[in-house]
């Protein structure tokens, strides 16, 4: 009998072979591995049995059982006993002997699209008699392919994007300077299977009560949901703990991470402790992984601006002192950018009209049903205001609809409202576009254009009241700078004073610049302080420059580099006195990477060099390079370089062995004393030698 894979001996009475090799190409899952069983729901698979005393298909009436989970029971669905048939019911578990001989039995067996995901044991008996051979265990997923999947997606394109693609792209920064990162998702390796299936197994509901919780797999909601719950630590064994500050001593610094499977494989090393630290688009990449790889379609989404609503009023306000600092007084923060995923998925828990993408957010912010998760929550349900709908609408709504309100605080208790703007909230949606190594702006997915009628309808469901903007004032101030700016360059501001009176104004004018972190938290200390009286003739405008040097700014407290820019006039008439503020990000110098072979060939050495010029007018010093990449680079080697010479170009070589055919991404990572977390990648095809 020909093969596909090895023979596996069942007892003295028969011999199995799984068809590994070409189960697992049917099935998308042959990336996974060529030496185990891993299937889709839905979709059949078929494999063989050689019996040694010889089969008489008239005399030995067999059928096939699978089962999984704890305690298994055939009413529950989690023991199936299969009877073969004439053909195959697409609908349920079913199988059907497709060739039969004196010593050979090769059956086909498909599985039912609604069947629980995980791990399975197959085995084949006597309709008549209580003997069983167990034949092998197999891994079921869902399965995006088949059409009676409730993770169905009907788009092979989309099909490779957001299930089959090991790679993809981040994006960070601000709404008005985004950049972009790429992640090694990483969801074939074979060990990640495992991974991802002990961590639902670790799920603090599941241990409490396994059975019950295991019969809830066949239900994509329940199953991103626990995975939501289990990325982060709070509460369980979960995988990443979120830190938002230094030190980062004893960890990783979030910003060091450029893939997944590092992190889960610590985590599994480790029995299950979390590993230090995660921040959202860490959360995020490593809950695509998980999900991708139990089948279920998913994307990387960043929202700018993002709101973070404790108390659930959707107005964020925020205080400052004349000095600029924050002040406090509000739980609420604003995000420079949040990062969550999208889920495909049917919802035949909400009412019609709101299945495909369902945001799934694994950053531990607030609780849900007493565990630290958010989602699914449909995305169609966000845009349409429809906050009753599980799961967590409500918070994922504020996070792009919420009102900001920046309060002046003075020293006399009084205060002003320096702007009220419903527009600065939930910006530049962003996911990398299917097939494509471009940015996808969908911020039309979650809500209506600002200002348009069908906002003002959604606003008024939600009942959010738009706050009045303050009264016209003869002064207005504004604050420019041109990006992009590169760290360690000097920053040139704009500080704009309009007089809109008819009368000539002798104004004072204060500015402060702080750095501030990405989660909207500024530092006390003060960058740069400037004040100076100043005269607007009438309907004049008064340009005042400023330069922020590197020797004024330094060293950020994130890979970030945020500034807060703060600008407060003061009038004779103290009710034209007006304030302005502007959020800034400097970015790290560009990485141009280049293959110098010209191709790349499975088990021969590639050769690359790395390229970026120092932006600093001081040499960068302690230069390590780190290079990552599903099938072409393993254990994440970490290279040192010489120092760079100020505003030098400096070139790097590097070599490696890729293992594995196709189209990869070599991810790289350099670090030196002035900067850090300095970030590019190159797509290489790799071919089979002939």
């Not at 004439?86 to 069947?115: D, F």
């Not at 960890?251 to 889960?264: D, E, F, H």
């Not at 999900?291 to 994307?299: A, D, K, Q, V």
Request: glycine share 6%; hydrophobic share 35%; proline share 5%.
């Amino acid at each position: 009998m020909a093969t596909d894979g090895k023979f596996a001996s069942i007892g003295e009475k028969c011999q199995v072979d799984l068809q590994y090799a070409a189960n697992n190409k049917a099935h998308r899952t042959i990336e996974i591995s060529e030496k185990r069983l891993i299937i889709r729901r839905g979709q059949s698979f078929n494999i063989s049995v050689i019996f040694k005393d010889g089969f008489n298909p008239e005399t030995e009436r067999m059928e096939v059982a699978v089962v999984t989970g704890p305690d298994p029971k055939v009413k529950e669905g989690s023991k199936t006993v299969i009877p073969f048939t004439e053909e195959l019911n697409e609908r349920r578990w079913s199988a059907v002997i497709s060739s039969v001989s004196k010593n050979e039995l090769c059956m086909t067996i498909s599985s039912s699209p609604r069947a629980i995901v995980g791990r399975y044991s197959l085995s084949l008996q006597h309709d008549y008699k209580d003997i069983s051979y167990l034949l092998g265990n197999f891994v079921l997923l869902f399965n995006p392919w088949c059409a009676g999947d409730e993770v169905y997606l009907s788009s092979d394109v989309q099909r490779k994007e957001y299930v089959l693609n090991e790679t993809g792209t981040i994006y960070y920064g601000g709404s008005d300077y985004i950049c972009e990162r790429d992640w090694n998702f990483g969801q074939f390796e074979e060990d990640i299977l495992d991974i991802c299936l002990n961590l639902l197994d670790n799920a603090p509901k599941y241990l409490r009560k396994p059975r019950h919780q295991h019969l809830k797999r066949r239900f994509s909601v329940q199953v991103a949901r626990t995975v939501s719950a289990m990325v982060n630590s709070a509460y369980d064994k979960g995988i990443l703990q979120g830190r938002w500050s230094s030190p980062y001593t004893d960890g990783v610094y979030p910003g060091k991470w450029s893939g997944s499977i590092a992190i889960l494989r610590q985590w599994q090393k480790s029995n299950f402790q979390p590993v230090r630290y995660g921040q959202c688009w860490v959360f995020a990449a490593v809950t695509c992984t998980v999900l991708r790889c139990l089948g279920i379609p998913t994307r990387v989404v960043t929202n700018f601006d993002s709101a973070h609503d404790t108390d659930g009023n959707l107005t964020i306000d925020n205080y400052f002192n004349v000095e600029g600092d924050d002040i406090g007084g509000s739980a609420d923060s604003v995000w420079n950018f949040h990062v969550w995923n999208e889920c495909w998925m049917v919802r035949n828990d909400l009412d019609p009209g709101y299945d495909g993408w369902q945001v799934v957010d694994a950053t531990p912010q607030e609780e849900s049903d007493d565990t630290f998760c958010c989602g699914p929550a449909s995305v169609k349900a966000i845009k349409d205001g429809e906050l009753e709908y599980n799961y967590d609408a409500p918070f994922v709504f504020a996070e792009v609809n919420a009102q900001r309100v920046n309060w002046l605080m003075f020293a006399d208790g009084t205060k002003m409202k320096m702007d009220v703007d419903v527009l600065n909230v939930g910006h530049c949606v962003s996911t990398k576009k299917c097939g494509k190594d471009e940015r996808e702006d969908i911020t039309h997915l979650y809500k209506y254009p600002d200002g348009s009628t069908e906002e003002a309808e959604i606003f008024k469901k939600a009942k959010i009241v738009i706050a009045a903007p303050p009264p016209p004032k003869t002064l207005k101030v504004s604050l420019k700078v041109n990006q992009p700016i590169y760290i360690g360059q000097t920053v040139s501001v704009s500080l704009v004073i309009s007089n809109k009176s008819s009368e000539e104004k002798v104004c004072t004018v204060n500015f402060w610049a702080k750095k501030r972190k990405y989660d909207g938290c500024v530092e006390k200390g003060t960058i740069k302080k400037f004040k100076k009286e100043i005269t607007i003739p009438a309907v004049k405008d008064k340009s005042i420059p400023l330069e922020l040097s590197y020797q004024d700014y330094g060293i950020f407290p994130d890979m970030y580099y945020g500034m807060r820019l703060i600008t407060y006039v003061t009038d004779k008439s103290p009710e034209n006195n007006v304030a302005a503020m502007k959020d800034i990000g400097l970015l790290n110098p560009a990485l141009t990477i280049k293959m110098l072979n010209y191709h790349a060939y499975v088990g021969e050495k590639v050769h690359v060099e790395i390229s970026f010029t120092n932006p600093f007018a001081l040499p960068l010093k302690k230069c390590f390079m780190t290079i990552e990449g599903n099938g072409l680079v393993e254990n994440q080697p970490r290279v040192k370089f010489d120092d760079v010479k100020p505003n030098a170009l400096a070139k790097v070589v590097c070599d490696f062995t890729p293992k594995k055919p196709g189209q990869r991404k070599l991810l790289v990572d350099i670090d030196c004393d002035l900067v850090q977390n300095v970030k590019g990648s190159l797509r290489i095809e790799v071919q089979k030698k002939n």
